[in-house]
């Protein structure tokens, strides 16, 4: 089975912090997302990255960043956290896109807390 | 930018009803996706539909497709308890992310 790791659960962090969230997927995939996920609003997209060193912003850039270095590693940056970046955070991969928009497959996500 | 919006936002039904959940969108797919997150978890794949496919069925799921109407139909036949989660449709047109919709709020009771 595919499976999207994310290296935590839970989060707490105070404002003005540089926060880390990691994302592994071990089926090689060429595709990887971030999304957050905030109540009344659904998901939304904050970056992708569809080959290593490539990167493509997504619905809601700002304030994000993201770095991926190795296929099967994607990180997603809070450069100085907020507290309006208290969130579900979303880590996704999918193979290479041969027809267009393959499923996704999640991570269990990672709640953060910006105090 | 979100596209797909499901319908209802919540539904309450007693196990062994079928629950039925709609999805609308706004411009042209490739395919229509449904998928479930269980509570504070991620998002777990169920079915696929593509643009030229009308319905489809997995075990107890049945998708329909009416791109006419632009909208899209998820039906699950003899509720469990176990069925209780968040339903996401998700849709894109282009490109290599999916538009995800709000969701509806399953809750089966015994």
């Known amino acids: 089975d595919v499976k999207v790791t994310q290296s935590s659960r839970y989060l707490v962090k105070r404002t003005g912090e540089k926060v880390f969230l990691e994302c592994v997927q071990d089926m090689d995939h060429e595709n990887m997302f971030w999304y957050r996920q905030d109540p009344g609003l659904g998901l939304r997209l904050i970056y992708f990255s569809y080959d290593v060193k490539m990167k493509e912003k997504g619905d809601i850039p700002e304030g994000y960043s993201v770095s991926r270095e190795k296929k099967e590693r994607f990180s997603l940056i809070l450069e100085s956290a907020s507290t309006n970046q208290t969130s579900m955070y979303l880590c996704?991969?999918?193979?290479?896109?041969?027809?267009?928009?393959?499923?996704?497959?999640f991570g269990s996500g990672t709640q953060l807390s910006v105090l | 930018s979100q596209q797909g919006e499901e319908d209802p936002q919540a539904l309450s039904i007693q196990e062994g009803e079928n629950a039925t959940m709609n999805c609308s969108y706004k411009t042209s797919i490739n395919n229509l996706q449904w998928y479930r997150q269980n509570s504070g978890r991620g998002l777990v794949h169920l079915i696929l539909i593509r643009s030229n496919e009308r319905e489809k069925h997995s075990g107890r799921l049945r998708v329909t497709l009416d791109t006419s109407k632009k909208s899209s139909s998820l039906l699950i036949t003899a509720s469990r308890a176990a069925d209780t989660a968040s339903y996401f449709c998700?849709?894109?047109?282009?490109?290599?992310?999916?538009?995800f919709g709000k969701g509806t709020s399953l809750l089966v009771t015994p």
């Open positions: 996704a991969s999918s193979p290479r896109i041969s027809t267009l928009n393959e499923k996704l497959f």
């Open positions: 998700a849709d894109t047109n282009s490109g290599y992310a999916l538009n």
